[in-house]
C-alpha cells in the first residue's frame, strides 16, 4: 500500500468559530495540522491582544484531549485599531498578524476597512515591527463584477499599498485568479500568497451544475479554469511563497441552503487529503511537504514543526453530513470517495 510520510504541516488560514461551533470543528483541523492561523472574524471581531489571548484559551478548551494543537491568533483591522496595539504585538509569541477585511466583503466584515488609506498609519506601523497583514484581496464595489474584484483589488489597493510600504509583509489570502499568481511570483520576498482546497480542485461551473450549489459557495468566489490550472501549477511549482491555508469555513447546513446563502466551505475534514491528490495528479507528491509544512512556517519566520503524519492511500467515504450545533454541516466533497487516509498511530 502506498505511504506518504510529512512532517505535520500547518494551516496558516482557518476559521475555527466559538462556543459549541468552535467544539464541533476544531478536531477536524488538530487530527493533522500542527498550528493554524486562527482567523478573527468572530462576531464582535477580535480586535485587541487580550481578546485575542482569550479566544486561544477557548480554542485550546474545546481540543479533545490526547490532540496536539497550537493556534495562532490573528487580530481584525478596523477603523478603531491603533498603532500603539501594533507596536505590543512585534514578537509576540502567539498573536502574529493582523487581518484586512474590506468592509462588508465577506461573512462577519462588516468592521472591516472603508478607506484603506485612514489605515495607513497603523499599517506603518506593522511595516515598522515586522507584522504580517493578512488581506481578504477583494474589492467590495457593487460596481465592480465579482469575478473582477480580486484584479482591482491587486491594482487599486495591493499595488498601491506595497509601493508605499516596502518592509510590509503581507499575506495575499486564498487567491483565485492567475492574475493574482503572476503578481505574488513578480513580488518581493515579503510577500506571500495562500490557496485553498477548493480554489484547486473546482471552477465557478462547480457553483451551477444543474442547479445552484450552495456548498461550492465562497469567497472570493471560485473562478474560470485558466485560473484554477494557474494556481495548481503555482501550489505545486516549489516556490516558497505560495503555502496551504485551507480557509475552511464552517456554517449550518441551513445557513448555507438558504435563499441568501452564507459563503465557506469546511473543508477541514478532508483538506489535507485534497491538497494529496492534487500533487499526486500533478505528478510532484515530493513537493507537497514543503508547500504544507515549510514554507509558510518560514514565511511567519517560525520553526518548522518536527512531528510526523502518516497518510495511507486507501479509499474511504466522505460521510454526506456531519452533527453541528442543533444543525448539520455538509463538509466539502460530501458523499465522494477520498482516496488517502491519516493514519492516526504515529
Ligand atoms: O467564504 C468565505 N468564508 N470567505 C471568507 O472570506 C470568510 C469565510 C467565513 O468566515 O465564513
Ligand atoms: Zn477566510
Redesign the pocket.
Known sequence: MKELMLTRPDDMHL?LRDGAALAAVVASSARCFARAIV?P?LQPPVTTIEQALAYRQRILAALPAGLDFEPLMTLYLTGNTRPAEIKRLAGHASVLAVKY?PAG?????DNGVTTIEKAYPVIEQMAISGVPLLM?GEVNDPGVDIFDREQVFIETILDPLLNRFPGLRVVF??ITTEQAVRYVEQGPATLAATITPQHLLYNRNAIFDHGIRPHY????VLKREPHRLALVAAATSGHPRFFLGT?S???AQSAKESACG????YSAPVALEIYIEIFERAGVLDRLEAFASHFGADFYGLPRNTGTIRLQQKDWNIPTTLPYLDDCIIPMRAGEICHWRLVADV
Open positions: 476559521h482567523m472574524n477585511y466583503a465577506t461573512f462577519n466584515a481578504h489570502e486564498h459557495y465562497c469567497l472570493p480557509d469555513a464552517p456554517h452564507c459563503a465557506g466551505i
